[in-house]
Structure formats: C-alpha cells, structure tokens
C-alpha cells in the first residue's frame, strides 16, 4: 500500500511547478484531480519546450501530468463551480499555482475553502509571495534565475549563464509537496488544517543556501573560473575536462598528487593547499592541457585506482546503457486511455524496498468528468 492511498488532491494548478507537486503526491499514492479548463484544458498541454509532440500535446505535460486524473471545469461558470465546491467539500488536499488574488476572484481562496472543509490543507505557489514590490511579476523560471543570482554560478567566469532545466518551478514544487505532506502528518494527529505557501522566488534563494552563507561570511560575490568552471567556491582541480575521445569530471584533490598520478610535473609545484584557488585557472590550464593527451578511459583508469574523486561525463544515451543506471530501474512505461504509451522516469522514492511506479499515463482534457461526478459529486449530497 502507499503511503497516500486513500488522499483526494483538488489540483487547480497549470505549468510545471503546482504539478510537478501533484505528481509526487499522486506517486505516494494520492488521488489527484487536476482541475482544467474546457477546451484548452492546462497551458502546459501546448507548451513545448522542443519539436516533441506526444499524442497531440506537449512532451511536457505527459511527463508531469501522468498518474492523475482530469476534470474539466470553467471556474467563471456557476454550475461548474458548484461541481468543485463538491469535490473540495471532499478532499484533503486542494492546492493551485496562480498568481495572488486570482483565486480569491474565483471565490476558491483559503479563507473561502476552509469555511466549508476546515481541515483541508491548502497549497499555493506564487512567484514572489503575496506582498512586497514584486507580488505581480510573472512567476516564470528564467526570470526567477536571473532575479536570484543562481545564473552568475554556473558556467565560466564572464556573464550570466542560467541552467538548463526548468530548476525553479521543479524546487518550489518539492517545496510545496514537502510542506503538505508536513501538514497531512500534523492532521493525523491533532486534526488541524493548513495553508502552505511557497514561492519560487523563496525556493530559489533557498537553492542556493550554502553558497549565500559562505557571502554573509566573506562579503565577496562569488567567482566563477574562467578555465572547466564547476562551483564557483572551489578550486582547483574542481571541473569538467576535455579528454581525446570525451570527457572527464574531477571533484576535490591534492595537486601534487594529481601531478604524480597522471605523469604530469607542471602540477608538482603547487605544493600549497591554498594555491587551488588562488591560482586555479593558472593550474586548470595546465590540467586540461595535459588530459587531452589521453582517452577518458586511460585516466579513469590511474584516477580510480588510486581513490581520486572522478567520473566519466556521460550523455542519456551512453548513461542508459550503463548497469549502474540498470539497476535502479527508473524508466517506467505508462498508458494513456487511448492507448498511446510512453516512457519517462518513475518516483525516485523507495519505501520499504518498494519502487513507486503506475501504469497510468496523462489524462485527455476532461476524460474522467463522468467517473469523477458519479463517484464524488452525485447530486450534491
């Protein structure tokens, strides 16, 4: 059994980060009924991130709508919403991601949902919180990078470089999907409802925890190498580097010993632990220079052998073919209910030796209106 078996989430929430929670939620187990609007149904059902169209729709929207039902609902039309005041009457969960005030205009806001279920935990996600200068910005992801120093750490020193997935929607929504499952404990035991909120913007300051601790202390602004930058507050041979046929990761390690192990002498004479940062680039030059004398191979080879922290850098495609990534069995299929399958990723999550993985694919907009109104909503009673 899961550990959610037997939840009702409401999910008014569109785009990645109020679903990417909801998926985890309805991985553990939770009902999830993700709230749509007829006709176009979630945004995210058109939004691509590439040429990728699935079944009709975005890629997108099949990888985080899976395992959940749908429901379709115009929130500005009376008889719908007194369909979803049935179903939130219902669930213990209801959660969106829209921005402040507009599901108090909807009359879904908390103060309104827990007149009618005071035990309700209620999740939200804005952009920048519900106060302050920035409460009405546009809560997209390269925006929230680039407002919250995350894109001055990745990259080579010189200008602003933002990374290369969606990071802050999937953050907030481990965030939010955290602080209900928080509240859901809380619930069991005292029978206290909650509102959780969480904002990108928060969860993106968060992120980077460890690195703005280390500016509080130092007062400097980080600074990214100019040579195979991997963090900005390590040195050197901390990086990525090129090999003859690919490449070759190394994290923390004594200079000197790299110099004896991978038969280069340059590196002998930095001999001083701070020299790893005060000269990195000068000895990342040096390291890189020398690696693409041999195959990834032959320095792993030297490298794991004698305990040094390293790895080859590998694309999808070679990690897929690999037994380590084998073994963990992360890749499920799943099924529509028109029959259209397709592959992605299970729940990382292992509870008692079990994988949290379901057959059940993304929903079409609006598929499980009958079941859902015959087995929640009936006549209203």
């Known amino acids: 059994m899961k550990p959610l078996e037997d939840y009702l989430v409401i999910d008014f929430s569109q785009f990645l980060s109020g ?32 040429n990728v169209i699935m079944n009709g729709e975005s890629s997108v929207f099949h990888a985080i709508n899976r395992n959940k039902e749908s429901f379709a609902a115009d929130l500005k039309v009376e008889d719908d919403k007194k369909q979803l005041w049935e179903l939130v009457k219902k669930a213990d969960v209801v959660m969106h991601n829209f921005r402040p005030g507009v599901m108090e205009r909807l009359g879904f806001d908390y103060a309104s949902v827990k007149k009618i ?19 009405d910005k546009p809560g997209q992801d390269l925006l ?5 120093g995350l894109t001055w750490l990745s990259g080579n020193a010189g200008g602003p470089v933002p990374m290369g997935l969606s990071i802050v929607d999937m ?15 809380r619930r069991t035991i005292n029978g206290e409802g909650a509102l959780v909120q969480v904002s990108m913007l928060e969860s993106a300051i968060d992120f980077q925890f460890e690195a703005i601790t280390t500016y509080f202390y130092d007062g400097k602004l980080p600074e990214r190498s100019e040579k195979n930058n991997a963090h900005a507050y390590l040195g050197a041979p901390y990086g990525i580097y090129q090999t003859t046929d690919g490449y070759l990761a190394l994290a923390m390690g004594s200079i ?6 991978l038969g280069c002498d340059e590196l002998l004479a930095y001999t001083e632990v701070a020299q790893a940062f005060a000269l990195r680039d000068e000895i990342k030059t040096i390291l890189a220079a020398h690696l693409l004398t041999n195959t990834t191979k032959h320095w792993l080879d030297i490298l794991l052998t004698a305990d040094i922290w390293c790895a080859e850098v590998l694309s999808w495609d070679k990690l897929m073919q690999e037994d380590g990534f084998k073994v963990l069995d992360m890749i499920q299929e799943v099924e529509m209910s028109d029959g259209y399958r397709y592959r992605t990723t299970r729940s990382p999550i292992t ?31």
């Open 117 to 135: 279920n005071p035990n309700v935990i209620y999740g939200e996600i804005s952009g920048y919180g519900d106060t302050g200068p920035w409460r």
């Open 19 to 50: 679903p990417s929670a909801a998926l985890k939620l309805a991985d553990m187990g939770a009902r999830v009924i993700k709230i749509e609007k007829p006709g176009t149904g979630d945004i995210c059902r058109h939004l691509y991130t590439s």
């Open 256 to 261: 000197p010993q790299l110099g004896n192990l």
């Open 171 to 185: 953050l907030a929504g481990n965030h939010l999907a955290q602080g209900i499952l928080a509240c859901l404990v």
């Open 144 to 148: 929230l990078q680039s407002l919250t």
């Open 351 to 381: 509870i008692d030796g079990e994988h949290f993985t379901s057959a059940k694919g993304s929903p079409k907009l609006g598929e499980d209106n009958d079941t859902i109104t015959k087995q929640l909503i009936g006549n209203g009673n």
